[in-house]
């Protein structure tokens, strides 16, 4: 008999503007004031994304390490399978990608968009098939000391 699989899934949150502007704009004071103030870190924005997602997508390297220290979720994954590490990568931040990696980001997650070319890609992978050198040095060194 094949036991059954279940994934726990979390209560969704629905995320407010004021933190998805804080986050995206890299306002760190404004965040750590949303923070304090009991804003649900993961919440989640019309595109399945977290906090710690749009930081890193728009390359806020201090609020990325802000989130992480206060629990936000590194390896939620949305669109295409692809997470705040991998978003960071195409977009290009490697100092994004070098905190996310230090706070346990986990390299090893693959994407799922066959349409755009992530299907089975981590983010080194990514990083090498967009030529994204400082990111692939970073991700390596890592690549390296995982067993």
């Known amino acids: ?6 994934k726990i899934r979390r209560r969704l949150t629905h995320m407010k503007v004021e933190w998805e502007q804080a986050t995206g704009t890299g306002d760190l004071e404004r965040v750590s004031a949303l923070l304090d103030a009991g804003i649900d870190i993961n919440a989640l924005d019309r595109y399945g994304q977290t906090a710690v997602m749009n930081a ?4 806020h390297s201090e609020v990325v390490r802000l989130l992480a ?6 390896d939620h994954t949305a669109k295409f399978g692809l997470s705040a590490l991998m978003l960071a990568v ?3 931040h490697p100092e994004v990608v070098r905190v996310l ?4 980001a986990d390299t090893r997650l693959r ?6 070319g992530y299907c089975g890609m981590t983010a080194l992978d990514l ?3 967009m030529k994204r050198i400082r990111c692939v040095e970073i991700l390596s060194a890592v690549e ?3 067993p």
Do not use: C
Not at 1 to 6: L, N, Y
Not at 69 to 74: A, K, Y
Not at 101 to 104: E, L
Not at 111 to 116: A, I, L, M, N
């Open 1 to 6: 008999m094949k036991a059954a699989r279940f």
């Open 111 to 116: 994407g799922t968009g066959r349409s755009v």
């Open 90 to 92: 195409i977009a290009d």
């Open 127 to 129: 990083a090498k098939q």
């Open 101 to 104: 990696v230090h706070a346990g």
């Open 56 to 59: 890193a997508h728009n390359g």
């Open 69 to 74: 220290e206060r629990g936000g979720d590194l």
């Open 144 to 146: 390296k000391t995982t």
